[in-house]
């Protein structure tokens, strides 16, 4: 089991499609992120939120719309995505009391395709 | 220049051998660093923090450089189950929400 949940964990969507990805954390975390992996390229980092307030948008395209209301959930609304945004898409949540070294935990991801 | 980089491998390793992996990275005000480790086709999860003296667990040793901006981990008498991706990691801030930033990997695989 793990202390956070993604659904769905595969999707195959088309480019005029809308839909959303679900993250939810229940491991207290104040902090939940949106991270990206392509094949072969590192994990990017897309979203930051603490707090429930967006605190990084790491210069993502406005067709990743993410939500974040409350801090045990987190969305990522996908409207007219492109064939290269298909990829694993994670989310993670810390505790981040200060000292910065706390440990990020991982949802299993969405693997994302884009037809 | 990438922010964190490594050698992507793959390292092919015996088993019980030792193996050491390196990475470098850019932003001379990261402040914490961290090995992950990635199965295929699964999450990463947090294999060790790195701290500035260099610390130990069981088999594996993480060192840190700050003068050189390059941190290293080292698998003793490496098992079949060591066998994955591991991710070099940093974060910029020391207080708050910040998010990580990964290394493309070291693929690891341990052979019998």
């Known amino acids: 089991e793990t202390g956070v949940t993604q659904t769905p964990r595969h999707l195959v969507m088309g480019m005029t499609n809308k839909k959303s990805l679900k993250c939810e954390q229940h491991l207290g975390h104040n902090a939940m992120y949106w991270y990206k992996q392509s094949a072969k390229k590192p994990l990017e980092l897309m979203f930051v939120?603490?707090?429930?307030?967006?605190?990084e948008n790491n210069s993502v395209p406005s067709r990743f719309s993410p939500e974040c209301p409350n801090s045990s959930h987190l969305f990522l609304h996908l409207h007219t995505l492109q064939p290269e945004d298909s990829a694993l898409y994670l989310c993670?949540?810390?505790?981040?009391?200060?000292?910065?070294?706390?440990?990020?935990?991982f949802g299993q991801g969405t693997r994302l395709t884009v037809v | 220049r990438k922010e964190v980089e490594q050698d992507p491998g793959p390292f092919n390793v015996p088993e019980g051998a030792t193996v050491a992996f390196n990475c470098t990275y850019s932003n001379s005000a990261s402040q914490s660093f961290f090995w992950y480790r990635q199965d295929c086709r699964k999450e990463p999860k947090l294999l060790m923090s790195?701290?500035?003296s260099g610390n130990e667990d069981g088999r594996f040793t993480a060192q840190l450089n700050r003068a050189s901006q390059y941190i290293s981990l080292l698998i003793r008498d490496s098992k079949l189950s060591d066998s994955a991706t591991y991710l070099c990691v940093v974060r910029r801030a020391k207080g708050g929400a910040d998010g990580l930033t990964f290394g493309k990997g070291t693929h690891l695989i341990i052979q019998p």
């Open positions: 790195v701290y500035s």
């Open positions: 993670a949540s810390s505790q981040d009391g200060g000292r910065g070294d706390t440990e990020a935990f």
């Open positions: 939120y603490n707090f429930k307030e967006q605190t």
